[in-house]
């Protein structure tokens, strides 16, 4: 069990931190942006292997409004890294160049406005794992101080351009140090929001 939950970690560290590496085009180049996918898309698998039980129980019991926004999060999140990886596949230059597909900007398209929904829905599904119960002042100023900046770089990377299907790729290229930060940022506020949204939902529950 502790093994388990040793990998489990390990996992879900390394995703975290690839999954913003990868937002770090300009800096990573092309060919190691595809590389480092392949790596995020096998852990993403080693993931949901780990937690295939959970899959397994989603068409036993009842659902109520917090089982339901649980199963969509995830279920979400897991549409959007399949096409993510499908689409990388379809524009690959390097890995899967070998197959000459040679994708139309429709596939580069779907592959940027499914890596966004990916970091939003891994926000989300993160805020489903913060504590949800009434925080500490401090602590409460920090995560809302956070937030808001995650709503700034939210516009900073033209956020809901990339998530409608109105961009190909974006010409803005921060430092890579800047580019983690805002994408970060931008994740942390949808965990928050998300975090909220439950915890009001249980609120409701107890009355």
Not at 45 to 52: D, G, M, W
Request: glycine share 8%.
């Amino acid at each position: 069990m502790r093994m388990k939950k040793t990998a489990q970690i390990t996992v879900d560290a390394l995703m975290s931190v690839l999954l913003l590496v990868m937002f770090a085009l300009p800096w990573t180049g092309v060919m190691r942006h595809e590389r480092l996918g392949v790596i995020l898309f096998v852990l993403f698998a080693a993931h949901n292997a780990i937690h295939f039980r959970w899959y397994a129980s989603l068409f036993r019991g009842p659902y109520n409004t917090y089982r339901t926004v649980w199963a969509g999060i995830n279920i979400g999140l897991l549409a959007a890294m399949l096409t993510v990886a499908l689409s990388g596949v379809m524009i690959s230059q390097h890995v899967f160049g070998f197959l000459e597909i040679n994708g139309s900007l429709f596939w580069r398209k779907i592959h940027l406005c499914a890596s966004y929904w990916g970091l939003i829905l891994t926000g989300m599904h993160a805020g489903l794992h913060l504590p949800q119960r009434p925080l500490s002042a401090p602590v409460k100023t920090l995560f809302l101080l956070f937030g808001l900046y995650g709503l700034y770089a939210c516009g900073a990377l033209h956020l809901w351009n990339k998530l409608l299907f109105l961009e190909t790729f974006s010409a803005h290229a921060p430092s890579a140090a800047v580019c983690t930060v805002q994408h970060l940022g931008a994740a942390w506020l949808f965990a928050l929001l998300t975090c909220v949204f439950c915890l009001k939902i249980r609120e409701n529950r107890a009355r």
